[in-house]
């Protein structure tokens, strides 16, 4: 029996090793490790794991092409749907998406369609293999990309491969989005990441850096500056805070500019990089997410000595992936779960000395399913600090649905569009990614781009909206 073979784990860094350097943690299937992964796979003829993936990898194929030894016909099998395999093997949640609904889960334990997947896509990178396969003829239509995260990026690659061009604006000075600015190297490189940029760019993609569109013109100037289509992926920049009294003390940051700092403005390279930011002996880190795991990770590594992760839920409702969990407690990173903190609490000069938080207990499920979070009485304590990292989620980035007239936005600031077609209000204008379902994850927002490509083709060959 092929599930008699069990899940193969991938080696790592070791714990004490690792959080003194920035180098990535997971070191990567061989070829034979991966080739014995794969044989757990049982092909089934009605594949469900394929319904766990918003971007309809064909999982069985590649898998089989990895079994088989034939490494790069995998890779240019993922390729046809997926246009970031490298990030997605890395940074997707694929025990809640497709090694969730794998039928070895079953018996034991799935596949590991995350790491093969990885695997394939090193193989390819590591031996420069890059296979550009570009469209037969040019089509009528220039489509303009604004921002370059995974929505856009996918978007752009789809566009490009159907024969369109394609033009991607970016308000950074790299590409990428939340991929450079919100994931650590040690999670994501960005070496990785620019690869598959550079592999679009050779697609005929035209990146433009350092174009703020909504300030330095807006969407109605793409169209009126010969642009067919636009597609919005500007996603998820603006954090939110807890409201608490404490929260403009110095030392106390957001996650989006405490990582912005430490990963795009590459402070982890001090004195190469000399980035002002805050390193703290002790850090309180506020959130359960990826986002909270990736900067009391990062804390450790800048140098501090204590890292507290406060959540207000249990460990079960924690949002962030297993393993992102499993590698912060192995690194350290103290966890006061069933905690919340209700005040920051600065000396004379207005910087940050402690937080004050209660304890938690779990009552009925909330609208999200989890259960609520409920104060116990008379608990109040304080942790010392001089370090707050807040990482409870981001808003819309609220620029272009400022700027763009006759736009339809929801009551949180989201731009209105189409499920399917991800078609907004305004005719010729499409939108997706973290900008439309608020914060979520990098496949969630490429399966968005993805649609919105096939949509763009559909309106520049009809024009009908």
């Known amino acids: 029996m092929k599930d008699k073979v069990p899940r193969q784990s991938m080696p ?9 350097n920035y180098k990535e943690v997971p070191l990567g299937y061989s070829d034979e490790t991966a080739r014995l992964e ?19 990898v064909d999982i069985p194929g590649f898998i089989k092409a990895i079994r088989d030894g034939d490494f790069l016909s995998s890779i240019h099998l993922i390729k046809t749907t997926n246009s970031l395999p490298a990030v997605c093997g890395r940074v997707c949640p694929q025990e809640e998406q497709c090694e969730k609904l794998c039928v070895l889960t079953k018996k034991g334990e799935s596949v590991a369609i995350g790491k093969l997947e990885r695997f394939a896509a090193d193989y390819e990178r590591e031996r420069e293999q890059l296979e550009i396969r570009a469209a037969a003829e040019m089509k009528e239509g220039r489509v303009a990309i604004v921002g370059s995260g995974p929505a856009g990026l996918t978007a752009a690659g789809e566009l490009a491969k159907m024969g369109y061009r394609v033009t991607v604006f970016e308000a950074f000075h790299n590409a990428g989005g939340v991929l450079v600015y919100g994931i650590p190297e040690f999670r994501l490189p960005k070496a990785i990441v620019q690869y598959e940029i550079d592999a679009l760019a050779k697609l005929g993609v035209e990146i433009v850096l350092n174009r703020v569109v909504g300030s330095a013109g807006t969407v109605n100037d793409l169209l009126s500056e010969g642009f067919d289509a636009v ?24 996650a989006n500019e405490y990582l912005t700092r430490a990963n795009l403005m ?24 990826n986002v909270a795991m990736d900067s009391a990770r990062m804390a ?10 406060i959540y207000r839920r249990s460990r079960a409702e924690m949002p962030a992936r297993v393993e992102e969990v499993h590698h912060a407690e192995e690194e350290g990173v103290l966890f006061q779960l069933l905690t919340n903190p209700v005040r920051f609490i600065g000396d004379e000069q207005g910087r940050l000395k402690a937080v004050e938080c209660v304890r938690m207990e779990l009552g009925e499920p909330d609208d999200s399913g989890r259960r609520r979070p409920v104060v116990v009485k008379g608990s109040e304590f304080t942790i010392d600090i001089d370090v707050a990292i807040v990482a409870i989620g981001n808003g819309p980035n609220p620029l272009i649905p400022r700027t763009t007239p006759g736009l339809a936005v929801s009551k949180w600031g989201n731009i209105v569009a189409d499920d399917e077609s991800m078609k907004t209000s305004r005719k010729g204008v ?28 559909t309106y520049l060959q009809t024009g009908e909206w």
């Open 12 to 20: 790592e860094q070791p714990p004490a090793q690792r959080v003194r």
């Open 38 to 56: 794969a044989s757990r796979c049982l092909q089934c003829k009605r594949p469900t794991c394929v319904d766990g993936c918003p971007v309809r």
């Open 231 to 254: 597609f919005i992926g500007t996603g998820a920049g603006l954090p939110l805070f807890l409201d608490i009294p404490g929260e403009n003390l110095q030392g106390v940051y957001s």
């Open 266 to 289: 590459k402070a982890y390279k001090f004195p190469e990089y000399d980035t002002p930011i805050a390193r703290g002996d002790s850090i309180a880190v506020v959130g359960g997410g």
């Open 300 to 309: 450790l590594r800048l140098g501090s000595k204590k890292v507290h992760l």
């Open 430 to 457: 499409f939108a997706g990614g973290d900008i439309v379902t608020g914060a979520a994850t990098v496949i969630l927002a490429m399966g968005a781009g993805r649609k919105a490509a096939m949509a763009i083709n």
